[in-house]
Nanobody, 126 residues
Framework: QVQLVESGGGLVQAGGSLRLSCAAS????????MGWFRQAPGKEREFVSA????????RYADSVKGRFTISRDNNKNTVSLQMNSLKPEDTAVYYC???????????????????WGQGTQVTVSS
């Protein structure tokens, strides 16, 4: 089992930047495909980005492509999401998730992920 804790959320003006971090304990993160999801009030949880075990393959939602960058440091057991050019529609609770499947698919489907953090709030003001 792996425990995930997100940090780095906050309030930022439109056009600003934030860097989210996800720290893992319990197991080494190198065994997991890692993803970021978000959920705005009244909406379903949606995929943001994901990264393969070694970081060699990444995937982004169209809505964040070119603005967000996912990375991982398996030595530090962390995954990060650099968010630039933030927009009010990026406002949501952001969740870190881990997929323990040995199949090497960087999935955008929440049900594929086995472990979730508690989330960190990101609010972008206009």
């Amino acid at each position: 089992q792996v425990q995930l804790v997100e940090s780095g959320g906050g309030l930022v003006q439109a056009g600003g930047s934030l860097r989210l971090s996800c720290a893992a304990s319990g197991r080494t993160l190198s065994r997991y495909i890692m993803g970021w999801f978000r959920q705005a009030p009244g909406k379903e949880r949606e995929f943001v980005s994901a990264i393969m075990w070694s970081g060699g393959s990444t995937r982004y939602a169209d809505s964040v492509k070119g603005r967000f960058t996912i990375s991982r440091d398996n030595n530090k057991n962390t995954v990060s999401l650099q968010m630039n050019s933030l927009k009010p529609e990026d406002t949501a609770v952001y969740y870190c998730a881990a997929d323990r499947s040995p199949v090497g698919i960087v999935s955008s489907i929440p049900s594929r992920y086995d472990y979730w953090g508690q989330g960190t709030q990101v609010t972008v003001s206009s």
